[in-house]
């Protein structure tokens, strides 16, 4: 009976892996190193944010008082990391960053996807005044750069929302790319023939956006929220060096990289792993979702595979 049961669990998880390979997109992006390369990277670090989320005390390591290991210590068997000017052990504090930088870049995303995609599609069925209204304040939005308007908008909000305060204004920031990308597709989808039949059998406008029109724009919406994850990572860490991001003590990589170039890398002598770990950890997730979002791109236009071939 054992035996019949492991043959049937065998037959079932190889009938999944060849509905796997049989997707043409699923296929394409599984043969593509680099993007299986940056999936295994967003993976490991989804798992340690998970590890140090349920196993370190956020409460503990957000203590900015002095503590009892030695100060600047240098990375060692005990002190992975080392330890920092207060003598606060970096290890936990690295781990637990992951956690809040897939956090707070999964709000960033997400909002500024909602908002983007909803604006993009509305500016696309109705068209003129409503089009015009909505691109043209797009337009505005893009015309400064990133960094710069996200610190106009972070100033505006209180001090005390911390991290919070950064994602809505890089949701704010995010938001014309999806509606300008999402507009464009949408256009496309608008001139197809069916659409018309769908309007002319009675559908309702929303309807016909949210069955219709959405779903035939999901994959530019794919890429390019995997892409603005990474970007989200970096844009929160950059606003929390700058100091318009996590408070002090939070165990935010931008927080410590900040932390590790004023009291560690000109400190005598020079701790030079305050910085390098935050700052290793983010350069390698922002790489992993770079390759993923690649890889996806190129698995979702079959134009950008011909250009590749």
Known sequence: MSTQTESNETASSRGFVERLRASPFLSELLSNRLAVTGLTIIVFIIVVAIYARLTIDLAAIKETRIGT?????????????G??????DLFPRVLYGAWFA?????????ASTLLGVGLGIIAAYYSDLTDNVIMRTMDVLLAFPALLLSLALVAIFP?????????????????????????????????????DATVALGAKNPRVLV??????????????????????IIDLAALSFLGFGAEPGTPSWG?????GVKNGLFSVPSAWWWSFF?????AVTVLGFNLLGDGMRDALDPRMREAVD
């Not at 290991?69 to 990391?81: D, E, M, T, V, W």
């Not at 005390?160 to 989808?189: C, H, S």
Request: net charge positive; proline share 7%; charged share 10%.
């Open 69 to 81: 290991q030695p100060s600047l210590a240098p990375p060692s068997g005990k002190y992975l990391f």
């Open 83 to 88: 330890t920092t000017l207060q003598a606060q």
């Open 102 to 110: 897939m956090l707070f870049g999964t709000v960033t995303v997400s």
């Open 159 to 195: 001090d005390k929302w911390g991290l919070w305060r950064a994602v809505v204004a890089l949701t704010l920031v995010y938001t014309p790319r999806f509606a300008r990308v999402v507009r464009g597709t949408a256009l496309k989808v608008l001139e197809d023939e069916y659409i």
């Open 211 to 232: 069955r219709h029109v959405l779903p035939n724009c999901l994959a530019p919406i794919t890429v390019q929220s995997t892409l603005n994850f990474g970007l989200a």
């Open 255 to 259: 927080l410590m990289l900040s932390n």
């Open 278 to 282: 935050p700052g290793l950890f983010l």
